[in-house]
T-cell receptor
Framework: QKEVEQDPGPLSVPEGAIVSLNCTYS??????FMWYRQYSRKGPELLMY????GNKEDGRFTAQVDKSSKYISLFIRDSQPSDSATYLC???????????FGQGTILTVHP | ETGVTQSPTHLIKTRGQQVTLRCSSQ?????VSWYQQALGQGPQFIFQ???????GRGNFPPRFSGLQFPNYSSELNVNALELDDSALYLC????????????FGNGTRLTVT
C-alpha cells in the first residue's frame, strides 16, 4: 500500500464547475500538507500549504485537512480552462522538504 | 526574487554513462532537495542538502549522489545510467525552519537510451 493515495483521474469538467480533488494517507507522522499544480513540461507550483486540520481558503481554492480520517481535499470554485493541469498532493512529517507525493490527478476544464 | 533554475532543460544519454544536473536555489533559500518524477507519477524524494551536507535520502542507490556549494546551488550526479533513470529531475529549495514549503524549478528531462 502506498503512503499517499490519489485518484489519477483523468477528471473533465465544464467551465464554472466546482472541482473536488482528494488524497488519503496512512502515515500518522505527516504534519504538513500541500497541494501543487503542475502544467505540462513545468515544475510543480505551490497552491496551498496547511499544517492543522480544518479549512484554508485562498481565492477560488480551499484546502481541507482531516487528520483523524487521514484525508485531505482541494476544492476549486468557478473552475477555468487555465486550471487544466495535474494536481499533486504532498505531505511532510517532521523533516522539512522531504515530501511524499500522491500520483497526481489530471484535470481538464473545457469551455 | 529569482526562482529556482535548473540546467540543462533536456538531456539524452546512453545506458552506462554518467550525468550531472545543476540547480540554482531561490534567493534566500539555504536548503536544496532533489526529486525524480517518472512519467505519469508523482515526484519521489532523492535527497536533500543543507549546509553543504546530505540531510536525508530517499530510496535511491548510491550511484545517485549530490553536492551543495557555498552559494546554495547544487548538483545531482547519476553514474552508470539505466533505462529506468529516464525521468524529469526536479530541484526544489526552501528556507530551513518552520513554515517553509518547497519551491520547485521546471526540471531537467533526462532520457536514457
Amino acid at each position: 500500500q502506498k503512503e499517499v493515495e490519489q485518484d489519477p483521474g483523468p477528471l473533465s469538467v465544464p467551465e464554472g464547475a466546482i472541482v473536488s480533488l482528494n488524497c488519503t494517507y496512512s502515515n500518522s507522522a505527516f504534519q504538513y500538507f500541500m497541494w501543487y499544480r503542475q502544467y505540462s513540461r513545468k515544475g510543480p507550483e505551490l497552491l496551498m500549504y496547511t499544517y492543522s486540520s480544518g479549512n484554508k481558503e485562498d481565492g477560488r481554492f480551499t484546502a481541507q485537512v482531516d487528520k483523524s480520517s487521514k484525508y485531505i481535499s482541494l476544492f476549486i470554485r468557478d473552475s477555468q480552462p487555465s486550471d487544466s493541469a495535474t494536481y499533486l498532493c504532498a505531505m511532510d512529517g517532521t523533516s522539512y522538504g522531504k515530501l511524499t507525493f500522491g500520483q497526481g490527478t489530471i484535470l481538464t476544464v473545457h469551455p | 526574487e529569482t526562482g529556482v533554475t535548473q540546467s540543462p532543460t533536456h538531456l539524452i544519454k546512453t545506458r552506462g554513462q554518467q550525468v550531472t544536473l545543476r540547480c540554482s536555489s531561490q534567493s534566500g533559500h539555504n536548503t536544496v532537495s532533489w526529486y525524480q518524477q517518472a512519467l505519469g507519477q508523482g515526484p519521489q524524494f532523492i535527497f536533500q542538502y543543507y549546509r553543504e551536507e546530505e540531510n536525508g535520502r530517499g530510496n535511491f542507490p548510491p550511484r545517485f549522489s549530490g553536492l551543495q556549494f557555498p552559494n546554495y546551488s547544487s548538483e545531482l550526479n547519476v553514474n552508470a545510467l539505466e533505462l529506468d533513470d529516464s525521468a524529469l529531475y526536479l530541484c526544489a529549495s526552501s528556507q530551513t525552519g518552520g513554515d517553509s514549503p518547497l519551491h520547485f524549478g521546471n526540471g531537467t528531462r533526462l532520457t536514457v537510451t
